[in-house]
């Protein structure tokens, strides 16, 4: 991407986000990246690199491990493995081994499940292979402190074995050789000593003539000399002989080591690559969850459609401090390609201008941005920026000179993959003047089809939006009830710079403003009120819209909620009418299996019977139960008419009515889950679930 001018990374804050993303590296050649992050037009590119940060961020928010934890910078030794005759040390030999088992580990990692749900960071690996016989070779020569073994080598097991031997023997003479000293009195009080490799013994200076051996020196006080006694001096050669063909026998095999990993240099140094690649991918992701950052469409053209798009760094500095930071919502297509933002200073048209350009340098670089998931966002092949005071004391130019000379540059190299920002249109000169440069330049802009943001506070420039196609006009929302800015961005419509009403905050005597506002023209004065009551009009609106937003919402809820009930309720009353229909079905057939029972008996009765007037009417107190019922009715209507049913619990002393033929009683006894009734003058012993504790209406009234 063509940035102009060069300083407009550091005044778009490009370079701390950079910084912040170094933080997050672990590994040199991730920290190298994220310095040095290039900002790419290719959307095949960028949209790789976005997916890779998306997949790993899913995998961090679901807590996944990801096996990446190689963090050493070996690229020299890894350079150095490819050199004929070099050699490596045993530390160095360990660190290629742990770089081999973690490319291992990623790649058991990655089984074909997660090849299918993790695609991007899977081509990382894509082109290369895990050789477990790197781990093998140095496994076969060294043990995990990087030391040779002693079976690397024939001659070296030998060498070795003979160094054992004769360490043992020395060990056993010198002992007897110190206690021997010790019995007469010569040794000082440390003993032993080591001296250029070689055990001496220690002994007060004044007997070192009557100890035979190598003097090898004398205390700082001159009180104790160190001496090599005579018996250990041959087993102290053999010793150093040996140890010394011991370490050409490490040499040796270290050598031969490296040469025979040395047809692995290449691709140890791609293993080093991908450790760093996904160090690096972890590091964006990481960077991502502390923004908020997320995956939107990219298309491959000059668009900005972005919904809930935060500036990042103010994001992370109103978390930190417990603030709200309020989104940006903005549209430039085809058919607005530029948008005018008016209103009062401090009202967040820079910070807006910031938010866009950050965004779209970060998506570019392949960094996940804080915007909504469904926005929108383009790819631009040139990048123009002109804000704050850019005047130059060392080329003698004033703001305005400054200012123009920016302006050129921006007429001259803009295109339709242009994306650019001008802080103040026109400001630095005559208002007048400078508007009418400022018109001109706007519709050079918009005839060359460049897609970019301007703030301004001249009118004619807020009258030219409204008739200009491609431009259009947006405004800082501001409160001028408790006059403080609202930093909300409103598209459609001109704002006020409230210049009356900040003196007014600010504390301005009130017959200074008016004073002020007479010297002002009145159709200028009556135009920049109109614009206070509008934005105000239109915030009032915009809160009404929101709360009956937020009614129809809650109505919706209750109305689902409310279907909901009403279908329980009426599935309810189906199962129960369901049920009863059942229960009279059940008993239908119940009571004709039981008519059909007692006319079978009745038969048999008929047969056997001398009688034949008792069954007939055996057979009519069967068939005609109607009466029966008529009866039983009659009895429910008195029972009804002169008691009333109640709750309470049946005890001794109430009346109770009989559920079968609603006789009333008084109950005389209760006996376990039975009572003992008088209806009449006769007591009957009946069940209490089929008796109703009754009162008399008249009593109870």
């Not at 994306?419 to 005839?447: H, K, M, T």
Request: charged share 30%.
């Amino acid at each position: 991407m063509k940035i102009y001018p060069e300083s407009a990374v550091v005044q778009l804050e490009f370079d701390k986000v950079k910084s912040l993303l170094a933080a997050h590296c672990k590994t040199d050649f991730a920290k190298n990246k994220a310095e040095n992050l290039r900002i790419h037009t290719h959307k095949n590119y960028i949209e790789l690199e976005l997916q890779q940060s998306h997949e790993y961020k899913l995998v961090e928010m679901h807590s996944m491990y990801f096996p990446n934890d190689f963090t050493l910078n070996i690229q020299r030794d890894i350079k150095l493995l490819g050199i004929t005759g070099s050699m490596l040390t045993g530390e160095q030999f360990i660190n290629l081994r742990r770089l081999a088992e973690n490319i291992g580990s990623i790649f058991r990692w990655f089984d074909a499940e997660r090849r299918l749900a993790y695609p991007a960071l899977t081509k990382v690996i894509e082109n290369t292979y895990y050789e477990k016989a790197i781990a093998v070779l140095i496994d076969e020569v060294l043990d995990e402190g990087g030391n040779v073994k002693d079976n690397a080598s024939e001659n070296l097991q030998r060498i070795r074995m003979s160094l054992y031997r004769k360490r043992n023997e020395q060990r056993r003479v010198f002992e007897r050789v110190i206690a021997r000293l010790a019995k007469q009195g010569y040794t000082a009080d440390i003993d032993e000593s080591f001296s250029n490799g070689r055990r001496v013994v220690a002994v007060f200076s004044e007997y070192k003539r009557q100890v035979k051996g190598i003097l090898h020196g004398e205390s700082d006080s001159r009180k104790t000399a160190f001496i090599e006694p005579e018996e250990t001096i041959e087993l102290n050669n053999d010793i150093f002989s040996l140890e010394n063909d011991e370490r050409k026998e490490v040499l040796r095999i270290l050598r031969e080591l490296t040469n025979r990993l040395s047809i692995y240099a290449a691709l140890l140094q791609t293993y080093f690559e991908i450790a760093g690649e996904y160090d690096f991918i972890r590091a964006k992701a990481r960077l991502a969850i502390d923004v908020n950052g997320n995956f939107p469409n990219v298309l491959d053209k000059a668009h900005v459609e972005l919904k809930e798009a935060y500036h990042p760094l103010l994001y992370l500095y109103n978390n930190k401090s417990g603030k709200l930071t309020i989104p940006v919502d903005i549209t430039l297509d085809d058919k607005q390609r530029i948008l005018i933002i008016s209103g009062p200073n401090a009202g967040g048209k820079t910070v807006t201008m910031k938010t866009i350009g950050l965004n779209q340098l970060m998506l570019q670089s392949g960094l996940l941005v804080p915007v909504h998931p469904t926005s929108q966002m383009g790819i631009f092949k040139q990048l123009f920026i002109h804000i704050g005071d850019t005047q130059s004391l060392e080329f003698e130019l004033s703001t305005y000179s400054s200012h123009l000379l920016h302006m050129k540059h921006f007429i001259e190299n803009a295109n339709g993959k242009t994306l650019f920002f001008i802080d103040e249109l026109g400001s630095g000169s005559d208002p007048n003047l400078g508007g009418a440069f400022a018109e001109v330049i706007l519709e050079e802009l918009a005839r060359r089809h460049s897609i970019g943001i301007v703030t301004t506070h001249y009118l004619n420039l807020k009258v030219m939006a409204n008739h200009t196609q491609g431009i259009v006009n947006g405004a800082m929302a501001f409160d001028e009830v408790n006059l403080r800015p609202m930093y909300k961005l409103i598209v459609g419509k001109p704002g006020s710079s409230y210049t009356f009403s900040i003196a007014q905050r600010i504390g301005l005597p009130q017959p200074l403003i008016n004073r002020a506002k007479k010297l002002v023209d009145e159709d200028h004065f009556r135009l920049d009120k109109l614009l206070n009551r509008t934005e105000q009009d239109l915030q009032h609106i915009d809160k009404e819209k929101k709360e009956l937003s937020r009614l129809l919402k809650e109505n919706e809820r209750l109305k689902k909620e409310m279907e909901v009930v009403m279908d329980k309720e009426r599935h309810r009353q189906q199962v129960e009418i369901l049920n009863q229909q059942n229960r009279i079905t059940e008993e239908r057939i119940a009571n004709m299996k039981e008519t059909e029972r007692k006319l079978k008996q009745i038969v048999l009765e008929w047969r056997k019977a001398e009688n034949k007037e008792e069954v007939m009417k055996q057979v009519q107190n069967l068939l005609f139960k109607k009466n029966e019922q008529h009866v039983n009715n009659k009895l429910a209507k008195k029972a009804d008419k002169k008691y009333k049913e109640t709750d309470e619990e049946i005890k001794a002393g109430m009346k109770v009515k009989m559920k079968k033929n609603h006789q009333v009683g008084e109950v005389k006894e209760i006996r376990g889950r039975r009572a003992i009734v008088q209806i009449g003058l006769l007591p009957m012993n009946v069940e209490l679930t089929d008796l109703i504790a009754v009162e008399e209406k008249q009593a109870a009234e």
